[in-house]
């Protein structure tokens, strides 16, 4: 009977980690592709492909911070492997990994505060921008 407990227990285990895993996939997943679609909008503002709104250029930086306060909890270690595209490297350097994200959020806080027209939008979100294409040259594998 003990033996049956224990290998039950074991199974089940495994169950909650593989769901832990693929959880913390999903939702880094889903969180990275909410922040695409604002730097979709962000990005068309800045061509002039869609005019310029002060609402939602603030938004875009609100997203971001949001996106760097919650990104590396959804990066844990046994989230390596799996449907993502993080590279392993994440984990090898994971001080570096998460400094970035602080970096971001700082610098979107700063950049929300300071944008009031197309302008200001323009050299803001290029720079928030830069920190995003960084951490995916370094931390995402190319597919």
Known sequence: MIRVLIAVAAVAFGASTVIAQQDAIAARKALMKATGGQTAIASKMVKG???FDLTKAKGVFAS???TAAKAPALFPPDSKEGDTAAHARIWEA???FDARFAKMG???K????KVTDLDSFKAAFNDVAKNCGGCHNDYRVKR
Do not use: G, R, T
């Open 49 to 51: 492909e869609e005019p």
């Open 94 to 96: 994971k001080a570096d």
């Open 64 to 66: 971001y911070q949001d």
């Open 106 to 108: 700082a610098d979107a």
């Open 110 to 113: 700063a950049a929300e505060a």
